[in-house]
Every structure is written in C-alpha cells, then in structure tokens.
C-alpha cells in the first residue's frame, strides 16, 4: 500500500509540475499550440491532483496499518480496471490507458491476496 501510494503521489507530482511529462510517460502525444477549446492541460491537472491526493491516503493508511481501507480500495480498483478496459475496447480512450487498468487491476489482486494471506496466518488453526 505504501509503495502505491508513494508512486501514485510522485506521478501526481510530475503532472502537476509537467503536464507534457505526465502526457509522454502515458505515451499520449503531447499537444503543440492549444485551440481555445482545448483543455487538456486542465484535465491532466486535475487527475494529476487526484493521483497525489490518492498516494497520500495510501501512505497514511499503511502508516496506520488502516486494514479497511486496504479491503475498501479491492472493489474499487477492480472497478477503474474495469472502466479503463471498457473506455479502450470502446474507442473511449488511447490503448495507452490499457497500462492504466493493468496497474489497477494487478494492483487489486496484489492486495487481496496480500489480505487473504494474512487473514489465513492470523487465524487460529482448526483443532
């Protein structure tokens, strides 16, 4: 959880301070002059501080040994896999972001198994 949560609040960082960065890390092009319309600038901003907020909740929790928390982001990772998966298939979003719902989706496994496996060392065995 730790681990996540430091690398989703530095890749938060880099979006916040580079923006193009951010874009070429996700092999998305980075765009040259910008139209009126074009906000992309706005949306990697405010996914960048989400990132960063994201990776401070999981430091703080696994400094806390939070193990709620810990089953609570299972569900919801497997959801953003999900969705991340759902927006490729559908031409939604770039096959870059298949990188995205693998990491989400390997990251929910990762930690339910992590559960799972302490909650079998914890448990008394059977007499």
Do not use: K
Not at 6 to 16: E, F, H, K, M
Not at 53 to 77: E, H, I, K, Q, S
Not at 101 to 126: D, I, K, M, N, Q
């Amino acid at each position: 959880m730790a681990v996540f949560g430091v690398l989703a609040a530095v890749l938060g960082a880099v979006g916040l301070v580079s923006p193009a960065a951010q874009l070429s890390m996700l092999g998305l092009a980075v765009p040259g002059e910008r139209g009126s319309g074009d906000h992309t600038s706005a949306f990697v901003t405010a996914s960048s501080m989400a990132a960063l907020n994201m990776g401070v909740y999981y430091v703080l929790a696994a400094l806390a040994d939070w193990r709620a928390f810990f089953r609570w982001t299972v569900p919801f990772r497997l959801l953003t896999f999900t969705v991340f998966t759902a927006a490729v298939v559908g031409g939604r979003a770039p096959e870059a972001f298949i990188g995205v719902a693998v990491w989400e989706g390997l990251g929910a496994l990762a930690t339910g198994a992590a559960l799972l496996y302490e909650h079998r060392r914890r448990s008394p065995a059977p007499a």
